[in-house]
């Protein structure tokens, strides 16, 4: 996908405004500071686009971004995980998670993020059955893999594929400072048109 043009559209808290129409959604999904907003800044060539933070929890609500004009959209959603934001924010975040992998109807793909030095959690494992069990494609990306080598890399990336019993072949390293990994994922939401 040749991403010519993005924008930000808007912001929903409330399950009964998402964004339903024709246009087809590709969402960022992971814990709260794992680089979801950074991904989407990546991958648009945008840096401000998708405001980013080293303090979890940057991401409040859900941000839809439009590509080409409406091509297709980006949805940058809240970090699961972050303790410090208080169960109150924790359970508000999660509900509206749920209800967008629940109730969107043109979402064509997830990109669930891992950070590729850390092997998946118990809330990582919640989020996989998630997705089965609501029957989303997803593909996994194996964040911030600037922070290991090339070997490292390819060990940290079986291990996950282990510990969550998935192919390797849906599992994209990337990294935001070098680009690693940004055309395959590019490649690859262009094969779902
Ligand atoms: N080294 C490195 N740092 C990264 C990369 N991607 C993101 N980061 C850093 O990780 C931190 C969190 O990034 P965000 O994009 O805000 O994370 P998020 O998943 O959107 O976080 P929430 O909105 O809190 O859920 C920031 O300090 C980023 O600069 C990467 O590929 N490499
Ligand atoms: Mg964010």
Request: with cysteine; aromatic share 8%; net charge positive.
């Amino acid at each position: 996908m040749i991403i010519k043009s993005a924008k930000y559209l808007t912001s929903v808290v409330d399950k009964n405004k998402l964004l339903n129409d024709e246009v087809c959604e590709f969402a960022f999904v992971g814990r709260s500071n794992v680089g979801k907003s950074t991904l989407i800044n990546n991958l648009t060539g945008k840096k401000g686009l998708a405001k980013t933070s080293s303090i979890p929890g940057a991401t409040k609500m859900i941000n839809y971004f439009s590509i080409n004009e409406n091509q297709a959209r980006f949805v940058d959603l809240p970090g699961y995980g972050y303790h410090r934001a208080g169960k109150k924010n924790q359970n508000m975040w999660a509900k509206l998670i749920e209800d967008y992998l629940l109730y969107s109807n043109n979402l064509k793909l997830v990109l669930f993020l891992l950070d590729i030095r850390h092997k998946p959690n118990e809330l990582d494992k919640i989020m996989l059955n998630y997705l089965l069990e609501t029957k989303r494609n997803f593909i996994i990306v194996a964040t911030k893999a600037d922070k290991l080598s090339k070997g490292a890399q390819h060990n940290a990336i079986n291990g996950i594929a282990n510990e969550l019993n998935i192919n390797t072949q849906i599992i994209f390293p990337h990294s935001s400072l070098t680009s690693q990994g940004k055309k395959e994922i590019l490649d690859y939401l262009e094969s779902l048109f």
